[in-house]
Antibody, heavy 118, light 106 residues
Framework: QVQLQESGPGLVKPSETLSLTCTVS????????YNWIRQPPGKGLEWIGF???????NYNPSFKSRVTISINTSKNQLSLNLTSVTPADTAVYYC????????????WGKGIMVAVSS | DIQMTQSPSSLSASVGDRVSIACRAS??????LSWFQQKPGRAPKLLIY???ILETGVSSRFSGRGSGSNFTFSIASLQPGDFATYYC?????????FGQGTKLDI
């Protein structure tokens, strides 16, 4: 059974870079799309972007200048880098999987809370 | 971006009730719509995809319908475990977008 697990620092200082990793276990990382989604405390869900196992990416224009998503298929991991963070980037960050094209996100990680504070 | 508008934002109901939540897309998304359930401190759980298809293992008390820009999600015979927040999400057009959520409580 495939599982996704987010990891990374729980606290980042303003203006620094938020870096998270999502590890895929129980299945190969290949042939799927992987998304990053975030949820500020008490608020709704916001899609950040996706990456295909081949490395193709697509980002939400709201983040485009600050976000990079990468993948390491040999480690079954994908990563999120968000630069120049502010307290508004405080959120639970989730990774999820879909089959690409017009398919739903059917597998999600448990999420990781990241606070941006000095 | 396609805006997803859910109504109501909150809903009070009792065990055994039937409830419905509406989701409207600002543009046609065909049937590329999911419904998620989220409980406090937990990740969203996929319940319905392609507007009306029940995800494997999900109770048949959950149902969805609609296409184009108007969608409805229903829960029949509410159970205690159903009290949660529900989100619609479109995946027909990038960037993917979510509704603001509907909190279902007692």
């Amino acid at each position: 059974q495939v599982q996704l697990q987010e990891s990374g620092p729980g606290l980042v200082k303003p203006s620094e870079t938020l870096s998270l990793t999502c590890t895929v276990s129980g299945a190969s990382i290949n042939n799927y799309y992987y998304n990053w989604i975030r949820q500020p405390p008490g608020k709704g869900l916001e899609w950040i972007g996706f990456i295909y196992f081949s490395g193709t990416t697509n980002y939400n224009p709201s983040f485009k200048s600050r976000v990079t998503i990468s993948i390491n298929t040999s480690k079954n991991q994908l990563s999120l880098n968000l630069t120049s963070v502010t307290p508004a980037d405080t959120a639970v960050y989730y990774c999820s999987r879909d089959n690409g094209g017009t398919t739903p996100m059917d597998v999600w990680g448990k999420g990781i809370m990241v606070a941006v504070s000095s | 971006d396609i805006q997803m508008t859910q109504s109501p934002s909150s809903l009070s109901a009792s065990v055994g009730d039937r409830v419905s939540i509406a989701c409207r897309a600002s543009h046609n998304i065909d049937n590329y719509l999911s419904w998620f359930q989220q409980k406090p401190g937990r990740a969203p759980k996929l319940l319905i995809y392609d507007a009306s298809i029940l995800e494997t293992g999900v109770s048949s008390r959950f149902s969805g319908r609609g296409s184009g820009s108007n969608f409805t999600f229903s829960i029949a015979s509410l159970q205690p475990g159903d009290f949660a927040t529900y989100y619609c999400q479109q995946y027909g057009s990038l960037p993917y977008t979510f509704g603001q959520g509907t909190k279902l409580d007692i």
